[in-house]
């Protein structure tokens, strides 16, 4: 399988909603009910070969109840002080 072209940094983002996802014990068919899009759809974001954006980041953990606000600041919060894009 080919190396993700996103970042390093931005693999935090991923790994931020693969352990609220897995944490709420929510499967992937079951976030992609609540997202309305595939298993499929689930699982390339989680493998990071598809990139979301903040407002898709911002449903994804909402569909996870989770608290959207709260999950922003602790990802930039995460961010190392020579992230690049």
Do not use: H, N
């Not at 996103?6 to 992937?28: M, P, W």
């Not at 976030?31 to 990139?51: C, D, H, I, M, N």
């Amino acid at each position: 399988m080919p190396k993700s072209v996103f970042t390093d940094a931005y693999a935090f983002v991923v790994e931020y909603l693969l352990a609220l996802r897995k944490e709420k014990g929510v499967s992937q068919v079951e976030l992609a009910r609540r997202l309305g899009k595939t298993q499929q759809f689930v699982s390339l974001v989680e493998r990071k070969e598809r990139r979301i954006d903040v407002v898709e980041f911002c449903v994804f953990v909402r569909a996870l109840e989770g608290d959207p606000e709260a999950a922003v600041v602790e990802v930039a919060r995460s961010l190392p002080d020579d992230a690049a894009i």
